[in-house]
């Protein structure tokens, strides 16, 4: 898919129909999901679909390569002197009969009475285009997570029928709170800020001089043992068994990427987060852990982000985790409440 021209403007937030209606760029890493992104800006993973929708993605988990993708917000409008709501719903949501939701949304008593200077919310719309015969509470599952906004639907779409047949497009209306633009924008400039203390983390992490493994002294080699004469010449004979654990043990990561990970777990221990986390980072980065070490890496990566107060990242690493090891578990015992929380619902996901 060829991204829109609009998702080349760079810019910190669009003015959209000639007024201050706000949305987000942002631009994802290669093979980054629209779940983590939706988790970045939204806080919930969930609400990739406002991504999908807005975008015209699909059902695809990913943006197209180089493409910025718009991050829609609810916004405010502040009331100027002659504006009336079916004036505003005209204008925002491309139709004067939709005054009556923005008087509900807003929970205005009387829409002749609204004073100049009053701000009130404005939802942002997504086209959903059905590819298949759906019914209303089917499109209100998806966007609203629960099939309670079917009569909305019906009524902001004036249906007649909650049936929908395959290509019909039905507008709905988000006015989700945590999509507030204040918020998302909140929720992005943390984010931002984190990714800056992790990558002077890792240069911090990568000038730190790395000792050489200490060889062990050699041994002085032991007397050969006298043979028997009459003891035949015995050769050893090949184990597959053995043969199929060094062909195992090969399959680990180089000694420099387990000496990294040991590393990094002691930051763990230590206390030294932020550290070990742009470490593993580092590390799942190179993609040269085996299956093994990588399952270890990411988990101590998801326990990192949830001391540091990320569990949103904390619960994309531990879905990861149990994409590469679908049967792992965690000690309840020794693994704190706050972790297991993260990794609980992260398992909800598979």
């Known amino acids: 898919m060829t991204p829109r021209p609009l998702y080349r403007i760079l810019l910190g937030y669009l003015l959209l129909a000639s007024a201050s209606a706000h949305a987000l760029n942002y631009k994802p890493q290669p093979e980054e999901s629209l779940s983590r992104v939706a988790q970045i800006h939204y806080g919930d993973a969930r609400k990739a679909v406002y991504l999908q929708a807005a975008n015209g993605l699909g059902d695809a988990d990913t943006a197209p390569r180089g493409a910025t993708l718009w991050v829609p917000t609810v916004w405010k409008y502040r009331i100027k002197k002659g504006d009336d709501l079916a004036q505003i719903a005209s204008r925002y949501l491309k139709d004067p ?10 929970r205005i008593a009387d829409p002749k009475d609204v004073k100049v200077g009053t701000e009130i919310q404005i939802p942002f719309m997504l086209n959903h ?9 089917d ?3 998806r966007y609203y997570f629960n099939p309670r906004q079917s009569a909305l639907l019906k009524k902001f779409n004036a249906r007649k029928t909650d049936a929908v047949k395959a290509g019909e497009v039905i507008q709905v209306p988000i006015y989700d709170p945590e999509a507030a633009f204040e918020k998302v924008s909140e929720r992005a400039r943390i984010f931002k800020e984190q990714e800056e203390k992790a990558a002077r983390a890792a240069l911090k992490l990568a000038a730190k001089p790395v000792s050489p493994p200490t060889a062990p002294s050699p041994s002085p080699p032991a007397p050969a043992a006298e043979k028997p004469s009459n003891e035949p010449d015995l ?3 090949s184990d597959p068994t053995a043969a199929a654990e060094a062909g ?10 387990t000496r990294a990970l040991e590393e990094a777990a002691e930051l763990y221990l230590a206390g030294d987060f ?16 085996g299956r093994e070490e990588e399952g270890r890496a990411r988990e101590l990566l998801a326990s990192c982000l949830v001391a540091l107060d990320r569990p949103g990242e904390a619960e994309h690493e531990f879905v990861r985790l149990l994409m590469i090891d679908p049967e792992r ?3 309840a015992k020794t693994t704190s409440p706050k972790i297991l929380e993260v990794f609980r619902r992260a398992r909800g996901k598979r």
């Open 97 to 106: 009969k939709r005054a009556d939701f923005l008087q509900w949304l807003n």
């Open 129 to 137: 285009r059905a590819t298949s015969a759906q019914s209303l509470a």
């Open 139 to 141: 499109i209100s599952r």
């Open 235 to 237: 050769k050893p004979i």
């Open 248 to 257: 195992a043990e090969e399959a680990k990561a180089p000694p420099a990427q």
């Open 274 to 289: 932020e550290l070990a986390a742009a470490s593993l980072s580092r590390l799942l980065e190179q993609k040269q852990l």
């Open 329 to 331: 578990t965690l000690d």
